[in-house]
């Protein structure tokens, strides 16, 4: 009987709350030492083709920065870390392994073989725990064998993986919960979806900015050609609109004039509707001060007829006596 061979990864979804748990894992170590990285293992289950990370552990790791050859990893905490989470949940197996990166280090590959024996398709996941730029804090990488056009023996090399960040229901009510004290509730919803158009379009210009200096790079000889990434450029770039076509510039002018068109109008009625509410303040007010003056007379008419009538009624008392 032949076996089926697994689907190869496309796709690397990373949930919540393995994002949470390395950020504490980070911050718990570099509280206590001077340690640049930490390394976990992954937990999560795979289907046709999309790896679902939804769980993690720490694992005590320690490496030398001036030789890479010299690290250590703690197998046997590992294995009884994983016993007890199989314990928890059978249908979570070790997937990969993780570190904070934020770059591909040297001994990766020596790392990735040891974990390969816990999981034949290992994923490494350089989670970003203190993200300087734009876009996802995650970058997964599979390991691959690497074929050299001079003939030389194949080398063993990352290849990388589109990754994504996803959750369960249960997980985004957790999420939500924990950005309420982040997000400004004071803040509308039109400056929260500019705010995200803007960080959007800060993040895919330093996209084409690293698309223009690997295409530099590559024209300068500096990088070999990598035919896989040209391709996936040509995709992109026949994805792009020809704008030198009449019809198209014609389509674009008449919805960016029916889109200015709507917002005109619509501050045009805005304004009509503040000089409407403004008049209705002055109007009220003004009943307000005519109602307020009303009273005041009445209330002092009343305090003279009192005075006259305890007057009066002295005299009478007067003249009784």
């Known amino acids: 009987m032949s076996t089926q061979q697994p689907m190869p990864i496309e796709t690397v979804v990373v949930h919540p709350l393995v994002l949470l748990s390395v950020v504490d894992h980070y911050n718990r170590i570099d509280k206590v030492s001077s340690q640049k990285r930490v390394v976990g293992i992954l937990l999560g289950s795979r289907r046709k083709g999309v790896l679902d990370v939804s769980n993690s552990f720490a694992v005590p790791f320690d490496e030398d920065d001036r030789d890479p050859d010299v690290y250590f990893l703690d197998h046997d905490y590992l294995e009884s870390m994983y016993a007890m989470f199989k314990k928890v949940n059978a249908k979570e197996k070790i997937v990969g392994w993780y570190h904070t990166g934020p770059k591909l280090h040297p001994n990766d590959i020596k790392i990735n073989e040891i974990i390969k024996k816990y999981c034949n398709d290992s994923v490494l996941v350089i989670i970003d725990a203190k993200p300087k730029d734009l876009g996802l804090p995650t970058d997964a990488y599979i390991a691959v064998e690497e074929v050299h056009d001079d003939g030389t023996p194949t080398t063993r090399t990352f290849d990388h993986v589109k990754s994504e960040i996803g959750a369960e229901e249960a997980e985004e009510v957790g999420v939500e919960h924990l950005l309420r004290d982040i997000k400004d509730t004071t803040v509308?919803?039109?400056?929260?979806?500019?705010?995200?158009?803007?960080?959007?379009?800060?993040?895919?210009?330093?996209?084409?900015?690293?698309?223009?200096?690997?295409?530099?790079?590559?024209?300068?000889?500096?990088?070999?050609?990598?035919?896989?990434?040209i391709y996936q450029l040509q995709d992109v770039f026949h994805l792009l609109p020809n704008l030198s076509m009449p019809d198209l510039m014609k389509s674009f002018t008449i919805k960016t004039n029916d889109q200015e068109l709507v917002m005109y109008t619509a501050s045009i009625i805005r304004a009509v509707i503040a000089l409407h509410s403004l008049i209705n303040n002055k109007t009220t007010n003004r009943a307000a001060e005519k109602e307020g003056g009303k009273k005041v007379e009445v209330e002092k008419d009343d305090k003279e007829e009192k005075e006259k009538d305890t007057k009066e009624d002295s005299n009478k008392k007067e003249v009784k006596s």
């Open 188 to 229: 509308g919803t039109l400056s929260q979806h500019l705010t995200t158009q803007v960080v959007a379009l800060k993040s895919l210009a330093s996209k084409l900015q690293d698309i223009s200096v690997y295409l530099t790079q590559v024209t300068d000889g500096k990088l070999p050609v990598n035919h896989p990434i």
